[in-house]
């Protein structure tokens, strides 16, 4: 993906403030909120990525990797339950009347999907499947223009100690499917803490911010993926059918042919039985044996005493459903590097996660677009472009990825320091 890089900068920079915002259409929200954890039945695992939606309404949010959650409802748009869905599993719809406001556990059921339930037998091959999948864009995705609210969170971690956290409400100005305009995404509301003293020396940012996430939007931005001749360097095989939201998928499996000896993709496509909408991507880039193709895709710049390699990188990204069309809903980016210094006996992992979840949308009926300088860049670099850290109340009605353990007492220890230096 040419547009995912990342840079490695030398420095140590340690900042603490007050972040400044810019609020639009700002409003008092009547809310009630909703927590808990989703797991397996059977195993009581915790479920990663289940997709949570409120039912007569766009919002929406998803479970974070220990399966936790929050969702905000706010209290006057006739919201009823809460939908659960996860690809492989039986969806459940709860109503709110049975929740309590915190510690709700949710479990799933695993559904096995018979192969007799999905007949392939009319399509020649695994990649005329795919092909139809992206000839049936315009009919089965969104052909409106829409204004998206999602949450983007961003963290660096040297090794298992997380670094940096940039967290943002955007405001994602969605043109429809079939049109070549490109989204434009603006900044809402947005946090940042980043302890530079981790680094060892070695400042690692992100290059792209939420467009990370959002150009793995496969359908509005296929070429990221596939175009008309790399698709001709992979093999396409059908794996074994699933389901998702209880209606059979498709599964199909692709990976670069033994002859291609540069970097490309590998993993499994998820497609809806009855219109050949694209319901979910699981995907990585190999990397095995090709250590400077990688490299040059992914550092931009670095010391010249260091030496960085890419371990691994991996892609995720989901899509939702309202009146017969589909969108994009979410979008993980996972990569992880080893940084060494020149001289020095031991190297560090580090590890970079980018995710991105609408929780509302609406039509753009007016055909409004943000203006030039209240667009983020597609080179943005979050951890330079906002600046400060607040209260655990700092979101306040908005939809947030619940976040994991470390990253609450990272959160804590920032909090704290903030509080001794007497700050607010």
Known sequence: MKNLRYYILPGLVLFFGIISTQIINAQVIDYTEYSGVVTDSNTNDPLISVSIKLTNS??????????????????????????????????????????????????????????????????????????????????????????????????????????????????????????????????????????????????????????????????????????????????????????????????????????????RYYGSFFIDAETLALRSASYSLKLTGMKDSANKMFVKKKPRDIDVTALSASYKVDYREKDGQWYYGYGSVNLSFKVKKRRKLFNSVYTLASEMAVTDWEENTTGVRLKGKDRLKPTVIMTDAVSGFKDPDFWGPYNVIEPEKSIESAIDKIQRKLRRNGST
């Open 58 to 263: 766009n919002l929406g949010s998803i479970t974070n990797d220990e399966g936790a959650f929050i969702i905000k409802v706010p209290n006057d748009r006739g919201i009823t339950a809460i939908e659960f869905s996860l690809l492989g599993y039986e969806s459940k719809s709860i109503p709110l009347s049975r929740l309590s406001s915190g510690k709700n556990r949710i479990k799933l059921n695993l559904k096995v999907t018979e192969l007799s339930q999905v007949n392939i037998s009319s399509f020649r091959n695994a990649k005329a499947l795919v092909k139809a999948v992206f000839d049936k864009k315009a009919q089965n995705n969104l052909n409106r223009a829409s204004i998206m609210t999602a949450f983007y969170r961003e963290t660096i971690k040297r090794r298992n100690r997380n670094v940096s956290l940039t967290e943002a409400v955007v405001n994602l100005y969605k043109e429809p499917y079939s049109s070549s305009v490109k989204d434009v995404v603006g900044l809402h509301k947005a946090r940042k803490s980043t302890d530079y003293r981790r680094l060892d020396t070695v400042a690692l940012k992100l290059q792209g911010g939420p467009f990370s996430t959002l150009y793995l939007d496969i359908m509005k931005y296929p070429e990221y993926i596939f175009t008309p001749v790399t698709m001709d360097e992979y093999e396409f095989s059908f794996g074994d059918p699933t389901t998702i939201n209880n209606k059979p998928v498709y599964v199909v499996n692709f990976k670069q042919k033994a002859v291609i000896n540069v970097p």
